[in-house]
C-alpha cells in the first residue's frame, strides 16, 4: 500500500472530536447492539453523540484517532489503544464522562442498560486478549456515502503494520456478520463471543489478530 493512502492521526482537540463523532454516529447508528440497547432513533442519537464524544477524547490522549478524508470532508474514523490502555481505569471515566450525564439524566434505565453491556464489552477483552497485551480496535465507523471505497482498509492498515513489527495481536468485536467477514480478511479470527443482550439481541463476536511475520 502506497504511504500516501494510509490513514492519518487526526489533530487533538474539539474540533477533532466533534468532526469525528458525527461521522462515527452517523455510521453506528444502525448498529445492532446499539440499536436493541436503545430502541428508540432520538435517545440512539443523542446517546452515540455522546459516548463516541466520550471515546474520541480518551482516544485522543491515550490511543491513536485515525481519519481519512474524502471531497466532502471527514469520511471515515477509527481509534484504536494500544496494548494496556483499555479498558480505562475508574479515574479516567471520571475525567471523561461528562458528555453521557445529560443522557443518564433523561433516560437512567436506557444508559443503566447501555453500561452492563459496556462491562461486558470490558469483561470480554480482558478474557479474550493474550497475556501480553493486544492493539484494540475500540471502533472504526464511515460515513454511509463514503462506504465501499477502501476507507475501512486504510484506517486499519498503520496499526496491523505497527502491530507485525513488534509482533503485538490486535482486537476487536462486531454484531455483524458481514464484519466477521471482512475482519477475516485482514487475518482477524472469531475467538469467543459475547452474549450479554441475550436472548433478544445480538451476540458480539470477540475477533482477535496474530501478527504476521515479516
Not at 504511504?3 to 448498529?31: I, N
Not at 432513533?41 to 474524502?70: E, Q
Request: with cysteine.
Amino acid at each position: 500500500m502506497d504511504p500516501a493512502d494510509l490513514a492519518a492521526e487526526l489533530p487533538p482537540g474539539r474540533a477533532s472530536v466533534r468532526a469525528a463523532a458525527r461521522v462515527l454516529s452517523s455510521a453506528l447508528r444502525g448498529d445492532p447492539g446499539f440499536s436493541h440497547v436503545l430502541p428508540e432513533p432520538r435517545v440512539r442519537r443523542s446517546a452515540l453523540d455522546a459516548i463516541h464524544h466520550v471515546g474520541l477524547t480518551d482516544g485522543l490522549r491515550h490511543g491513536r484517532v485515525l481519519g481519512v478524508h474524502d471531497d466532502a470532508g471527514l469520511a471515515g474514523v477509527a481509534v484504536w489503544y494500544p496494548p494496556g490502555a483499555y479498558p480505562m481505569s475508574p479515574l479516567r471515566k471520571l475525567r471523561t464522562l461528562g458528555p453521557l450525564v445529560p443522557v443518564a439524566l433523561a433516560h437512567p434505565l436506557r444508559t443503566a442498560a447501555l453500561a452492563r453491556f459496556g462491562s461486558a464489552v470490558e469483561a470480554g477483552l480482558r478474557d479474550a486478549v493474550p497475556r501480553e497485551g493486544a492493539w484494540y480496535l475500540e471502533v472504526l465507523g464511515v460515513r454511509p456515502d463514503a462506504q465501499r471505497r477502501g476507507h475501512g482498509r486504510r484506517l486499519l492498515a498503520p496499526v496491523l503494520a505497527d502491530a507485525d513489527r513488534t509482533a503485538t495481536s490486535c482486537y476487536l468485536e462486531t454484531s455483524r456478520e458481514e464484519n466477521v467477514r471482512y475482519y477475516e480478511g485482514f487475518g482477524f479470527r472469531v475467538v469467543g463471543e459475547i452474549t450479554a443482550l441475550r436472548p433478544h439481541g445480538p451476540v458480539e463476536a470477540q475477533m482477535l489478530r496474530a501478527p504476521r511475520g515479516g
